[in-house]
């Protein structure tokens, strides 16, 4: 098979390109190859291939560093669960599906750990699904609330965040025992974190750092765990 694209047409002033093109498997591995050295994010599901590259602007960065905080200081309120992250890893589930997610989180002790001589994506044939996986979107908005959010329902990921900057959003997807996602207003693989307090965090940025703005969510977090066990007393 021959690469859908070449390495003479990437620069990292290129603009992404955000179109599906009909592919195959051979296509998807073929320029996964090509591409290897690359800042680039491959996406294949139903016989599509995405390839988003380029550098990633400012705000996307900026919000990228903010939700790997946001996590941190969550689960440091709770030590007790054990969380890895792999934020941009490449999710494979052979001959059929692919994904980059911004935000990739496992919950638990059985998560994926690289062995020498080993492929550097997470096989899904292998690892079990993650618990989470997120889109930050700007561009992406449109594929991350469709077609990307069907591919990760097929793969059985229990939540799916699409994080919009531009409106200051967060759409958050829970699965259902139909296997499609609902919208929901709290996290279930975060102990029931409120998306308005994501939100709120996010709307912060216009006037403070990301780091500044994840002090003020941190501070809120103990806020909002002292409410909670105040009412377990009473």
Same mark, same amino acid.
């Given at each position: 098979?021959?690469?859908?694209?070449?390495?003479?047409?990437?620069?990292?002033?290129?603009?992404?390109?955000?179109?599906?093109?009909?592919?195959?498997?051979?296509?998807?591995?073929?320029?996964?190859?090509?591409?290897?050295?690359?800042?680039?994010?491959?996406?294949?599901?139903?016989?599509?291939?995405?390839?988003?590259?380029?550098?990633?602007?400012?705000?996307?960065?900026?919000?990228?560093?903010?939700?790997?905080?946001?996590?941190?200081?969550?689960?440091?309120?709770?030590?007790?669960?054990?969380?890895?992250?792999?934020?941009?890893?490449?999710?494979?589930?052979?001959?059929?599906?692919?994904?980059?997610?911004? =935000?990739? *989180?496992? &919950?638990? +002790?059985?998560?994926?750990?690289?062995?020498?001589? @080993? #492929?550097?994506?997470?096989?899904?044939?292998?690892?079990?699904?993650?618990?989470?996986?997120?889109?930050?979107?700007?561009?992406?908005?449109?594929?991350?609330?469709?077609?990307?959010?069907?591919?990760?329902?097929?793969?059985?990921?229990?939540?799916?965040?699409?994080?919009?900057?531009?409106?200051?959003?967060?759409?958050?997807?829970?699965?259902?025992?139909?296997?499609?996602?609902?919208?929901?207003?709290?996290?279930?693989?975060?102990?029931? =974190?409120? *998306?308005? &307090?994501? +939100?709120?965090?996010?709307?912060?940025?216009?006037? @403070? #750092?990301?780091?500044?703005?994840?002090?003020?969510?941190?501070?809120?977090?103990?806020?909002?765990?002292?409410?909670?066990?105040?009412?377990?007393?009473?």
């Amino acid at each position: 098979m021959t690469s859908l694209i070449s390495t003479e047409q990437i620069s990292y002033s290129s603009p992404p390109l955000l179109e599906w093109n009909a592919a195959t498997w051979n296509d998807y591995v073929t320029d996964r190859e090509t591409l290897e050295d690359q800042r680039i994010k491959l996406y294949y599901y139903q016989n599509q291939l995405l390839i988003s590259m380029g550098k990633e602007g400012i705000n996307h960065t900026s919000i990228n560093d903010l939700f790997t905080m946001i996590l941190f200081i969550w689960f440091n309120q709770y030590p007790e669960t054990q969380m890895n992250t792999f934020g941009g890893a490449l999710l494979e589930k052979p001959n059929q599906c692919a994904a980059s997610p911004d =935000l990739v *989180v496992y &919950l638990g +002790e059985d998560y994926p750990q690289w062995k020498p001589r @080993e #492929s550097r994506y997470i096989n899904l044939d292998k690892w079990r699904v993650p618990n989470l996986v997120g889109e930050i979107s700007d561009t992406t908005i449109s594929i991350d609330l469709d077609r990307k959010k069907h591919l990760y329902e097929d793969l059985g990921i229990s939540e799916y965040w699409v994080i919009d900057f531009r409106a200051k959003r967060v759409f958050l997807f829970q699965l259902q025992e139909n296997k499609k996602y609902r919208e929901n207003d709290k996290s279930l693989v975060l102990r029931g =974190l409120p *998306v308005s &307090l994501l +939100e709120q965090t996010i709307e912060r940025l216009e006037q @403070e #750092s990301n780091v500044s703005s994840a002090n003020w969510f941190a501070q809120e977090i103990l806020n909002l765990k002292a409410d909670i066990q105040q009412q377990k007393i009473d």
